[in-house]
C-alpha cells in the first residue's frame, strides 16, 4: 500500500545519499576514523592532570585536537544512525549502530579527563586562556562546560558512565525503535506514520478506525514500552542524584543554556491560556456539525478546507517559493537539499515514523528525513524540517563546538520556515471560508507546537517526579498522568476515550531527550514575535538579521543571541505577547 503511495506521489526515489559520508558499511574510511579517534585520544591522555600548565597555544591546539576527535566521531555516529533510520527491521544495521555506540563510548572514556580538569581549574588561570587570540574561538563553548563544575563525579566515575552508556539508556532507545518499526496497524498491517496520517482523514469513520487501529498495536507492545519508560525514568532519577541535579529539568535548561526562571515563564504563560484551546474545539465542534468531539475529530480537516494530494515535485515548488519570497539565499540552500539527495521522503516498511533534520558534521551537510503521505500538514512538515537543515548548514561556518545551536533556537528556524509556507499558501485562497478553514488548521498546528508541548512537559514533569516518589509505574499509572495533563488543557471541549489513555507510549521526545518539549512552545512563541518584527520592519532590515541568528549557531547565548532583535526572555509579557497573537487569529475566526 506504501509502495502505491510512493508511486503517486513521485517520493520513491527520494532517497538521501549517505554515500557523502561512507560508502558501505564495510567502507575502510570507517575504521580509519576510528582508529585516528582512538590513537588521538591515547595521545591526549599523555597531557591528563597538566590542562592547568599548558600555554595558551598549546591549549588552543589541544581543544581543535579534542574537536576532530568529536567530528570524526559525530560523522561516523551520524551514518549509523541514518543507516539505521530508514531499516530498523535490518538486525545489520542495528548492529553496526550499537557497535559505533560501543566504539565511541570507548574513545570518549579516554578524555574525560578533559572536562573534568577544565571545570575544575583556577579561575584566574581560565581567564588566562580564554583570553588569548587562539582560544578566543572558543571562549562560548568552553565556558560552558565550566557552567556544569558542581555537578561532574569523580574521574572514576565519570569514566565508568561513559563506558556502561552503550548498554544503558542507548541501548533502551535502540529497543524503543525496533518495537515501534516493527508494529503493524490493522488487517491491513500498516506502519506508523501511515495510521496516524488517517487520523486527518476528512470521513469520520476512517478517523475512529485509525484511533482504534492505533490504540490495539500499541496496547500489543504496552508491556514492553512500560518497562522501557520506567527503565529510562530510573536511569535518570539516578544520574540526577548523583549529579545533585535539583529536580529533573534542570540538565535540559542547562543544555539549552536558560534560566529556570525563563522556562518556569513560558510554561506558566502557557498553561495559563489553555482557555485557547478549549475555545477553539468548542468551535470546531459546532463548524463540524457534531453533537460532541472525539479526540479521533482533533485533526479532522473542515469541509471548506481544500482536499488535495500534493505530489513531491508540488511540495517542493510550493516550499521554494515561500522560502524564496523571503529570503533568496535561505531558498538556494533548501534547493541543494532537493537536487543533492539530501532528503529520504518515501513512506517503507521498517522505516522510522516522524521526521527529523540531521546536521551532521561541519564538512558534509545536514540530511532530512519524512513520511510524505502527500497532505499539507506534510508540506508543514517538510518546511519545518528545510527550516532546521537551512539553519544547520549555515551554522557549520562555526565549527563543529559551536555549530550545535541550543534546542530552543534550533526550534525557531523550523517554525519560522512553516509560518513563511502557511503565509504563502494563504494569500492564494480567495474564496472566504477556504480562508477560514486554513487559519483553522494552522490554529491546530500551533496548538499542537505550543499548548500540546506544554501538556507533554506537565506530564513529564508527572511522571519524572512520581517515578522517584513512589517508585516504577503501572502502565494504568503513566496513563492515568498522561489523561491528568491532557485533561487539563482540553477541559470539557473534546472527549477523551479510554483508547487514548495510551497514547503516551508511542511518543519518542520523552525517552531520546527528556524536557525537550517545551522547546518547540518556546520557538512557535518565539516566532510568532520575530515574524511581526518582519512586518513592522520589512525584508530589508530584518532578513540580515534573522540570517545573521542562524549563521551563528551556538557561539552564544540564547540570551546573547536575540539581543538585536530587543528581546527579554524573562519577561512574562514577551511570552504574552506570542499568546496574545494566537488570540487574534482565533478571534478571527470565531468572528467568520
Known amino acids: 500500500m506504501s509502495t502505491e503511495r510512493n508511486t503517486q506521489l513521485h517520493t520513491s526515489e527520494v532517497l538521501w545519499k549517505l554515500t557523502d559520508l561512507y560508502e558501505s558499511l564495510d567502507d575502510q574510511q570507517i575504521q580509519d576514523d576510528l582508529d585516528f579517534c582512538h590513537q588521538e585520544a591515547d595521545l591526549l591522555q599523555e597531557i591528563q592532570g597538566k590542562l592547568a600548565e599548558l600555554e595558551p597555544p598549546v591549549f588552543a591546539r589541544t581543544v581543535r585536537r579534542l574537536e576532530r576527535i568529536q567530528e570524526n566521531l559525530s560523522r561516523i555516529a551520524t551514518y549509523a544512525f541514518l543507516n539505521f533510520s530508514t531499516q530498523v527491521k535490518n538486525a545489520e544495521a542495528g548492529a553496526f549502530l550499537q557497535k559505533i555506540k560501543e566504539e565511541s563510548s570507548k574513545i570518549n572514556r579516554k578524555l574525560v579527563f578533559f572536562n573534568l580538569e577544565w571545570a575544575k581549574m583556577d579561575q584566574a588561570v581560565t581567564d588566562c586562556l580564554l583570553a588569548h587570540e587562539e582560544v578566543a574561538p572558543f571562549h562560548h563553548f568552553l565556558t560552558n562546560l565550566r557552567r556544569y563544575a558542581n555537578h561532574l563525579l569523580s574521574e572514576v566515575e565519570e569514566e565508568l558512565l561513559v563506558e556502561f552508556e552503550p548498554v544503558g539508556t542507548e541501548s533502551w532507545l535502540t529497543l524503543f525503535e525496533k518495537v515501534l518499526g516493527h508494529l503493524q496497524f490493522g488487517e491491513d498491517k500498516r506502519g506508523e506514520e501511515e495510521v496516524l496520517s488517517d487520523l486527518y482523514d476528512s470521513d469520520r469513520e476512517v478517523r475512529r478506525q485509525a484511533a482504534q487501529e492505533l490504540t490495539e498495536g500499541l496496547q500489543s507492545q504496552l508491556h514492553i514500552l512500560t518497562h522501557i519508560f520506567n527503565t529510562i525514568l530510573a536511569e535518570k532519577m539516578i544520574s540526577d542524584r548523583l549529579r545533585k541535579y535539583p529536580s529533573w529539568i534542570r540538565t535540559r535548561n542547562l543544555s539549552n543554556e536558560l534560566e529556570d526562571v525563563t522556562v518556569d515563564a513560558l510554561v506558566t504563560a502557557s498553561v495559563g491560556r489553555y482557555d485557547l484551546v478549549q475555545r477553539y474545539y468548542h468551535l470546531k465542534k459546532d463548524l463540524l456539525g457534531l453533537d460532541e468531539l472525539q479526540d479521533y475529530d482533533r485533526y479532522a480537516p473542515l469541509p471548506s478546507l481544500p482536499d488535495q494530494q500534493i505530489s513531491w515535485p508540488e511540495c517542493r515548488s510550493m516550499v521554494l517559493e515561500g522560502f524564496r519570497g523571503f529570503s533568496p539565499e535561505m531558498a538556494d540552500i533548501a534547493e541543494l537539499f532537493f537536487e543533492k539527495n539530501w532528503i529520504h521522503a518515501p513512506l517503507l516498511d521498517g522505516k522510522r515514523g516522524g521526521a527529523f533534520a540531521h546536521p551532521a558534521v561541519p564538512d558534509a551537510h545536514p540530511y532530512v528525513l519524512v513520511n510524505y503521505t502527500g497532505n499539507l500538514r506534510d508540506v508543514s512538515t517538510v518546511a519545518h524540517e528545510l527550516g532546521h537543515g537551512v539553519h544547520q548548514y549555515l551554522a557549520r561556518e562555526q565549527g563543529y563546538f559551536n555549530g550545535d545551536t541550543t534546542l530552543v533556537l534550533a526550534e525557531t528556524a523550523s517554525v519560522f520556515a512553516e509560518l513563511l509556507i502557511f503565509h504563502r499558501q494563504l494569500d492564494i485562497l480567495e474564496a472566504p471560508e477556504q480562508r477560514r478553514a486554513f487559519i483553522c488548521q494552522k490554529l491546530e498546528s500551533i496548538f499542537a507546537t505550543v499548548f500540546r508541548q506544554i501538556s507533554m512537559n506537565r506530564f513529564e514533569n508527572l511522571i519524572h517526579n512520581s517515578r522517584r516518589e513512589q517508585g516504577e509505574l503501572s502502565a494504568d499509572a503513566l496513563s492515568d498522568l498522561w489523561m491528568q495533563s491532557q485533561v487539563a488543557m482540553f477541559g470539557d471541549s473534546v472527549n ?32 510568532l514575535a520575530l515574524y511581526r518584527n518582519y512586518q513592522a520592519e520589512g525584508a530589508a532590515s530584518f532578513v540580515p538579521k534573522y540570517t545573521h541568528l542562524l549563521a551563528q549557531g551556538g557561539n552564544q547565548s540564547p540570551y546573547e543571541l536575540l539581543k538585536p532583535f530587543n528581546i527579554d526572555l524573562n519577561d512574562p509579557e514577551f511570552w504574552q505577547g506570542g499568546l496574545a497573537v494566537i488570540e487574534e487569529m482565533l478571534v478571527s475566526v470565531e468572528k467568520e
Do not use: D, M, N
Not at 500 to 515: A, D, K, N, Q, V
Open 496 to 527: 477523551l476515550s479510554e483508547q487514548y489513555r495510551t497514547w503516551w507510549s508511542y511518543i519518542p521526545h520523552f525517552l531520546h531527550t527528556p524536557g525537550y518539549v517545551y522547546s518547540y512552545a518556546f520557538g512557535e512563541l518565539l516566532v
